[in-house]
């Protein structure tokens, strides 16, 4: 038997737990940004990332196991089909939290937890410092060719002499 999970489940049981998670996944993914608590929020963070991961590769095992987690059809097919695709580039966070102010009825912390789906500064920037690095290495590899040729050159007009 497993251990209990520590500190109060969201929902009530494991299985409430397990099917709140799998609809805020599928809105998540249905409409790109959901409100809802902080609690609730850092829950989703990690399992939605996990479905990501699994939807970039594509693979028909994946897909499956995604609708095991998230059981429709529709939000796993947009999901493999167009967000997969999107987050090619990315090696991770692939959602963000920002947090709002409570709420109104309970005073409850509230987040709204979104995916990230356009280009971050620092992968542009990242991809255009190794174009030039990769640039300035091909530069000192054509001046190192030319200063051997030369040097060969001297050292043939020297022996010839």
Same mark, same amino acid.
């Given at each position: 038997?497993? @251990?209990?999970?520590?500190?109060?489940?969201?929902?009530?049981? !494991? @299985?409430?737990?397990?099917?709140? +998670?799998?609809?805020? !996944? =599928?809105?998540?993914?249905?409409?790109?940004?959901?409100?809802?608590?902080? %609690?609730?929020?850092?829950?989703?963070?990690? #399992? =939605? *990332?996990?479905?990501?991961?699994?939807?970039?590769?594509?693979?028909?095992?994946?897909?499956? !196991? $995604? +609708?095991?987690?998230?059981?429709?059809?529709?939000? $796993?097919?947009?999901?493999?089909?167009?967000?997969?695709?999107?987050? *090619?580039?990315?090696?991770?966070? #692939?959602?963000?939290?920002?947090?709002?102010?409570?709420?109104?009825?309970?005073?409850?912390?509230?987040?709204?937890?979104?995916? $990230?789906?356009?280009?971050? $500064?620092?992968?542009? %920037?990242?991809?255009? @410092?190794?174009?030039?690095?990769?640039?300035? %290495? *091909?530069? *000192?590899?054509?001046? !190192?060719?030319? =200063?051997? %040729?030369?040097?060969?050159?001297?050292?043939?007009?020297?022996?010839?002499?």
């Amino acid at each position: 038997m497993p @251990t209990p999970k520590k500190g109060a489940r969201l929902g009530g049981s !494991a @299985t409430q737990q397990a099917h709140l +998670l799998s609809n805020l !996944a =599928a809105s998540l993914f249905e409409h790109g940004a959901i409100k809802t608590t902080d %609690a609730k929020a850092k829950m989703l963070r990690p #399992y =939605a *990332e996990k479905i990501i991961t699994k939807a970039k590769s594509g693979t028909l095992a994946d897909r499956r !196991a $995604v +609708l095991k987690l998230i059981p429709h059809k529709d939000v $796993v097919a947009h999901l493999f089909d167009e967000l997969g695709p999107k987050f *090619e580039g990315r090696e991770g966070g #692939y959602t963000r939290t920002i947090k709002l102010e409570n709420r109104t009825g309970d005073n409850a912390p509230m987040s709204q937890i979104s995916l $990230v789906l356009e280009e971050t $500064v620092t992968s542009e %920037a990242t991809r255009a @410092t190794r174009a030039a690095a990769s640039k300035q %290495a *091909e530069a *000192e590899e054509a001046k !190192a060719e030319e =200063a051997q %040729a030369e040097n060969t050159e001297a050292s043939s007009e020297e022996s010839a002499e």
